[in-house]
Structures are given as structure tokens and as C-alpha cells.
């Protein structure tokens, strides 16, 4: 099969920016967990392309905007996340819960200030929509108008199982990869290169492939793991998810799930930061589980499962950043299109959904 992708669309900034715009500035893209903007004024920021987001509670409402204070342009919210009103740390401005600027330090130095004056110095909106755990946002001022329930589709229930069964977080990694988004969303895409760039983390457990499915412009995968679970799994029969395996979800175009089991659940965000560098983050999430019904053996077992969940998924994205960064080299030295096999049908079905949304 040939791939859809031109090599130069992983270090070309034309293309880039065209992606910024079409995809990023125009499609409900994942931002973060609800779980994280629980209280009045909690926030999270996410940087794309060039561009600063900030997602925030105002009094049980999630608005996102950008963030980016009209005044004179410094960053509103300058953390990952936290809990702080919308202020800017510059000169004092506040917003409300609709972007406009309704504490100004000194307003009469600004002279007379109309209605459509402080209307022209909104923030710029995003719209915010949630599906469980999952809030996802999109540019307000978009053309596109489809709703998160009918762009996800069948996914959605995959994401309200996934949601309704994370317990406590147990890692947060972020890497910085020196690689176009694309790249490493790819590789999350197929596992045609465990044997190769996985021999001793991976390719051990990974068994074979029940499902393979595309579902719109997303996808999924069930494959069965070899890992010795099933002595241990009476310790895990309250988990809401069953899961007998491994299952890998992509939501287009930032979101991977996986899960083994329904034990844990490894999820990751992809962010394009420039046409070559690509901030990923992965989260590690310990089923629900009431741990103080579990006997002090058992819950030294979970502890030590999750210590190794934790310690194998960082030496996988270890790997899958150092092939990442050698495919991005790659790329830009030849003009040949490359080939894909029928392993690698989940990246094409990526190319397909990529291509719609850029044309
Ligand atoms: S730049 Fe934000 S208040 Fe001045
Ligand atoms: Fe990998």
C-alpha cells in the first residue's frame, strides 16, 4: 500500500502552518482531564504550534481561550496548571467566564472605555466540549461546526468506559521529541516495529491481533498479551473495564488510550510545537480500585504492578522517541514516497483522516 503523506510533510513549515490552521485551529483536539479543573479557578495551559491555550473553571463553568492577555500581550496563566483567577500577572487585567476584561487597574487612565471597546478586547475563544474525563476543544471561530458527539462517533463510548474506570494518576511524562507530530503519532499507529525497536520491553508480551477497526477518523486495536495477568487478577476484579489484553484507542489527531487488562491505563496527548519538535505526555492511570478492601499482600502487589507499568512505559517512549527522531532525520533526505503493509494499516487510515482534514 503507499502511504498518503509526502516525506516532506514532516519538516516542511508551510505545510505545517497549513496544519496549525486546519487540523489544530479548526478540530475538537484533546486538552486535557476534567478531573484537573474540578475547583472554581483551576486551570491548564497547552502550547500548540505557536500558540498558548489556557482551559479554566469559572465557578463550574469550563471556558477556554486564548492565552493571551489583549492589553499588552503577556501570558495570562504562565503554568501547566494550577488554581488562579484569570489575572494577568503584567498589569492586573482579570477576565470573566466570557473573555472580557472586567478588572482593569487604573481603567479611567485609559480614557473612555464603550461597551464595544472592552467587547474588542475579548480574549480570543475556544469552544469547550467534555466526553467523561476528556475535554476537548476547538477554535470558536472555525467554520467547522460538528459537535464532539458526532465527531468522535463510536469512540465516545470508549472514552466513557475509559473515563468511568481511571482511579488515581500514577506518572505524568513528558518528553520533548525532536521529531514532526505526525512521526510520532504514526508510530503509536502499528506495532509492525515492536520486534525491532522493543526486543526486551514489548515484543516478550505482545501476542496476537484480535481487532483492528477504523472508526471514522479514528481507530483501535485489541491484541492479546502474554504476561502471567491472570495470577494476579483476582486482585482486579472489581475494575469497571474488561479487557482481556491489550487495547490501543486514537482519537484524531492527538489522543492515544491504552489500556492493559483494564488495569491500568497508559494515556498520551501529542502537541506540535514546530514542524520538527513534538511535545508528547503520558499519563499512567491505576484503575478504580478501593485499596483499602485489599489485603496488605495484595496492595504491595498493585504498588509494585504500577511501579512497573510506570517503569516499562517510560522505557518504551524512550525507544519510541529515539526512532522517532532518526525517522524525522530521514525524512528529509529523500524524496521517495515509501511503502506500507497490511500491519501498517492504521497509519494509512491516519493519512486518510489527515488528508480530508487538510484539503
Ligand atoms: S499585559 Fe496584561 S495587563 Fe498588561
Ligand atoms: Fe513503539
Known amino acids: 500500500m503507499n502511504p498518503l503523506i509526502t516525506p516532506q ?22 486538552a486535557g482531564f476534567l478531573r484537573n479543573l474540578k475547583n472554581d479557578n483551576d486551570f491548564i495551559t497547552l502550547e500548540v504550534g505557536t500558540q498558548s491555550i489556557v482551559v479554566q473553571n469559572f465557578k463550574g463553568k469550563i471556558k477556554s481561550f486564548l492565552n493571551v492577555c489583549t492589553h499588552r500581550f503577556s501570558k495570562i496563566q504562565c503554568e501547566k496548571q494550577g488554581n488562579r483567577s484569570m489575572t494577568c500577572p503584567y498589569h492586573g487585567w482579570s477576565y470573566n467566564a466570557e473573555g472580557l476584561p472586567f478588572g482593569i487597574p487604573k481603567k479611567p487612565n485609559f480614557g473612555e ?14 469552544d469547550v466540549e467534555i466526553c467523561g ?24 463510548d470508549i472514552l466513557l468506559k475509559v ?17 514532526n507530530w505526525k512521526i510520532a503519532v504514526e508510530n503509536t499507529l502499528e506495532a509492525y516495529h515492536i520486534s525491532s525497536v522493543h526486543p526486551t520491553t514489548f515484543k516478550p508480551i505482545f501476542g496476537e491481533q484480535k481487532v483492528i477497526a477504523s472508526k471514522g477518523d479514528h481507530s483501535y486495536i485489541e491484541v492479546d498479551l502474554e504476561t502471567g495477568f491472570d495470577k494476579i487478577q ?4 472489581s475494575k469497571p473495564f474488561a479487557l482481556n489484553g491489550y487495547l490501543h484507542v486514537f482519537v484524531f489527531p492527538n489522543l492515544t488510550i491504552a ?14 510545537l514546530s514542524q520538527g519538535k513534538t511535545k508528547f505526555v503520558s499519563y499512567v492511570f491505576q484503575t478504580i480500585l478501593d485499596e483499602n478492601l485489599l489485603s496488605k499482600r495484595d496492595q504491595i502487589i498493585v504498588s509494585s504492578m504500577n511501579d512497573s507499568i510506570v517503569e516499562f512505559n517510560r522505557t518504551v517512549f524512550s525507544e519510541d522517541k529515539y526512532i522517532c527522531e532518526q525517522v524525522q532525520k530521514g525524512a528529509q533526505m529523500t524524496s521517495q514516497a515509501g511503502i506500507l503493509s497490511v500491519d ?9 483522516a489527515y488528508n480530508k482534514h487538510l484539503s
Not at 473515563?163 to 521529531?179: F, Y
Not at 489500556?259 to 506540535?272: E, H, M, R, V
Open 9 to 30: 510533510s514532516y519538516f516542511s513549515e508551510d505545510i505545517f502552518k497549513k496544519e496549525i490552521s486546519q487540523i489544530f485551529g479548526n478540530q475538537w483536539i484533546f
Open 113 to 126: 472605555m464603550t461597551k464595544e471597546d472592552l467587547q474588542s478586547l475579548s480574549l480570543k475563544k475556544f
Open 133 to 156: 474525563e476528556f475535554i476537548f476543544i476547538k477554535n470558536a471561530s472555525s467554520e467547522n461546526t460538528v459537535s464532539l458527539n458526532e465527531y468522535l462517533g463510536d469512540t465516545k
Open 163 to 179: 473515563s468511568d474506570s481511571l482511579g488515581k494518576e500514577i506518572d505524568c511524562n513528558e518528553l520533548e521529541i525532536d521529531a
Open 234 to 237: 483476582n486482585i482486579y476484579s
Open 259 to 272: 489500556s492493559s487488562y483494564g488495569a491500568s491505563f497508559s494515556i498520551q496527548q501529542f502537541i506540535p
Open 344 to 352: 501498517e494499516i492504521r497509519v494509512l487510515d491516519f493519512h486518510k
